[in-house]
């Protein structure tokens, strides 16, 4: 089952992959982790992404369109995968029909106020990128990974300044594939305002299944 994952940033994308991808066995592909490791890694890949990054712009289609196309091609993925943040644009969706086709696609919605409320709080893991939020999902130990004991950071673009600019390059060019994949008839909505993480993946699952088994 390939699944992609729609929804603005902050929206609980990345939490919400980390409960179901061990249920379904697929692996998560995550466009923001990918960049995020090449910074780490220091390739020319994450100096060019790095620069976009920090300002919450959009790194540019073809370096995108070639990554995941690379990462498609990989034999993990043969019974299927989870898109975290691919596609974001409707050229980015347009070349992903070309390379591979999409069974399901989920939007997350949620309100504004709450998405900001989520971005400006989290906290990611150095080691193993487990994610954290200050007030909603804190670590046991302030500052310390409850799963491997890494080091706790906030990412640069959820400072003010490039979350702002974020969510208005997400309403302009990522917010037309809802609309995209709904006219392609394989769209589901799934409500993410709740803070009960269980119950949207309850919801999250059931859809999925339903959706699964009437294809
Ligand atoms: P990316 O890493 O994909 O960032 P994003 O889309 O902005 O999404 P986030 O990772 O910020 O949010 P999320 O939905 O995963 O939320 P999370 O689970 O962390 O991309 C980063 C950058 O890379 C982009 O800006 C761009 O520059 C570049 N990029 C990536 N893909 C690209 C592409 N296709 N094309 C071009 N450029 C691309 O949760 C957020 C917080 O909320 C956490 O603290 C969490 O603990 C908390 N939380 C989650 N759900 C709940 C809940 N239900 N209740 C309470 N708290 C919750
Ligand atoms: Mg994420």
Redesign the pocket.
Known sequence: MNIIFL?A????????TSRVKEKYSIPHI????I?RGNIKNNTLLGKE?KG??DK????PDEV?INMVKDRLSQDDVKDGYIL??????IA?AEALKEFSKVDIAVNFAARDDVIIQ??S???ICRKCGA???VK??PPKTEGVCDKCGGEIYQRD?DKPEAIKK?LEVYKKQTSPLIDYYKEGGNLIVVD?N??D?DS?IKNLVERLDSTRKSA
């Open positions: 929804g940033p902050g929206v609980g994308k990345g939490t919400y995550s466009t923001g982790d960049f992404a976009y990054m919450g712009q959009l790194v995108t975290d943040g691919f596609p974001r644009t980015q989520r971005l709080g989290r906290r994610i954290f939020h909603n999902i673009d974020r993410a709740s803070e993480i949207i």
